[in-house]
């Protein structure tokens, strides 16, 4: 096995390791083994040329310092260690006693590295495999593949993590938002959160510090570092690093225990002093910001998506009621997804531009481009993000390019430093065509973004040139100011039997025969009276007379007359109520007026506009109501919270709206002679069927 070099061959072997386990682990509880054995076996091989020289350090040290830690790091080579005087070899020689070894073996890692393992709960497992007699057969199963990093290399082992931690998620049958980010993606967003920056990067000796909230296994943080440092190779083709001599500081921050832990072991067997690891944090980063006050150059996320934030609510809504103060202050979005939740998080930590600024690269999936309407949540993060000009570019991709969902997605680059030729604009660019299909699908990727194609991509931001699959357009254009159009309320009275039988249905008349008072008597005594009084009211607009009234209020004129000439009290409730049932719809009624004289709207009229941003809202509407709805009017009374103006401000991003291409339909005579055809096929058909000779 240990001539295995292939990743997809080790993610086949590893997970043959469900043919062991399967009566004793349901499918969606196979992680729970394959993981972390996975990464012991990956920990026992690095540490394998080691291990003598750690278990004599142990020895001349044990008992003469307090805490001999760095001793045994120097002895490792690696910032963690194992004092446990088994491996995975000398486990298996002593099968009786496999259980109480490997715990042992587990104990002797050093207490970072400790720390990280128990976050896979393994002790559970060990028991489970121990009673079900499987332990041995499962250890030896992994003690024949070889994971050292000069057989399986950093970035192909993360690939391996990755697609195993993508079968364990169709295996638990995950919403499509619980997916891992293909490679070709991460690639791609590395380029676009780094594209242009390369002078910037290049001075010997640069710090960087890179942050994920959400870092998953750690794929992008570990591309985006190798990117800067080491270059990369694709499809056997090598790409030289920006610079080799930066020095770049990874930070991030996990929600899932099993992924956490298999992103920091894999970054302490990276480095000797540990850094990068140590900066990666468990918590939920919506409610728990571990990296609270810290600012970053470069940020790179895939949150997921359409996933509620409930089980964080109350800490991010005591955050947004802080304002500017908090990371939620601009808005929320709605609580059956958090997307745009992690994107104003990733903003809050941005360097500001006097110390340098930062860049953003977060893929999301079509909803936070415009769900939520003006003064929603989500439209109010949207304008917080046009209007502080931080949107440099919006790239759609292809559709199934991810493994669990084949979903539209967008990669949104965020910037506070823009060029100054590029102030106040967004560029959108639609990738949806640059793809190749892959050889072999994986579960719901069919396609992938080659290195060519990913190149194309970057050279459209680069040239920042309107083309056809490019369109640049100001902030202002995504944004509207959304009125409120009345029309005047209209309506004729007629006291007719169908009318006035519909006064039964209104509460305000119901309410006449009900009572809330406790005292049997009285409550009795109530509902006589009141039973009196709705026989009064009926009896007073039976007497009525048919006429059709298109006059409001000529028709309450008449209405009291009748009552007061019949004794009858009609209160403010009960003549509403009388007017409801009586009154219908009429275009070619009199305008109803309020008490001060002005037009009445009629809700079932009322209607909204969105006005483009920069334009009148009086000429808009001079140009585009007017002329249909000359008795139509503005709602001044609805303005905005923020800049005062008429009307409610909103922001969206339609992207198909600026890529849609017409096509013309095709002329009736050519749709005629198709039916014509299919017509005579049918007949040859049933002819055939029948014999008829048709």
Known sequence: MGTIMNHSQIVSFLWSVADIIRDTFKRGKYQDVILPLTVLRRLDCVLAPTKQQVLAANARWHGKLENPDAQLRRASGFAFYNTSRYDFETLLQDAPNLAANLRNYIAGFSPNMREVLEKFDFDNTITKLDDAGLLFLVMERFKTVDLHPDKVDNATMGT?????????????????GEHFTPRDVVRLMVDLLLAGDEERISPPGKVITVYDP???????????????????????RAHPPINPRAEVHVFGQEVNPETFAVAKSDLYMK??????????????TLSQDRHAGMAFDYLIANPPYGKDWKRDADAVRAESERGAAGRFGPGLPRIS?????????????????????????????????????????????????????LLEALIALPEQLFYNTGIATYVWVITNRKRPERRGQVMLIDATAFWTPMRK???????????GRAGEILALLADWKEGPNVKI?????????????????????????????????????KALAESKKKDKTAQRLEIEAG??????????????????????EAFVKALDAAARRAGVGLNAPLKKAILNALGEPDPAADVCLDSKGNPEPDPALRDTENVPLGEPVDEFFAREVLPHVPDAWI?????????????????????????????????LDEIEADIRAIEADIVRMLAAVTGSGL
């Open 160 to 176: 391996i993590f990755e697609e195993l931690l993508r079968k364990f998620n169709e295996a638990l049958n995950e919403n499509p």
């Open 214 to 236: 959400c870092c998953g296994s750690g794929g992008m943080l570990t591309i985006t570092k190798d990117h800067i440092t080491r270059g990369a190779r694709d499809n056997g």
């Open 271 to 284: 480095s000797l002093d540990g850094r990068d690891a140590e900066q990666i944090l468990y918590g939920s």
């Open 337 to 389: 997804d958090g997307q745009l939740l992690f994107l104003l998080h990733m903003l809050a930590h941005m360097n500001p531009p006097h110390q340098g600024g930062s860049r953003v690269a977060i893929i999301m999936n079509g909803s936070p481009l415009f769900t939520g309407d003006a003064g929603s949540g989500e439209s109010e993060i949207r304008r917080h993000v046009l209007e502080n000009d």
């Open 441 to 451: 699908s994986l579960g719901d990727k069919r396609r992938e973004i080659p290195r």
């Open 473 to 509: 357009f100001p902030t202002t254009q995504f944004g509207y100011r959304k009125i409120t159009v009345e029309r005047p309320l209209r309506l004729n009275f007629q006291a007719s039997p169908e009318r006035v039988a519909r006064l039964e249905d209104e509460n305000a008349f």
């Open 531 to 552: 039973r009196a009084q709705q026989d009064a009211v009926r009896r007073l607009l039976a007497g009525l007379p048919g006429e059709l009234y298109t006059n409001r």
């Open 635 to 667: 709602d001044t009374s609805k303005r905005d919270a923020k800049d005062g103006g008429v009307g409610v401000v909103g922001y969206e991003i339609n992207f198909n709206r600026y890529f849609t291409q017409y096509a013309p339909p095709r002329p």
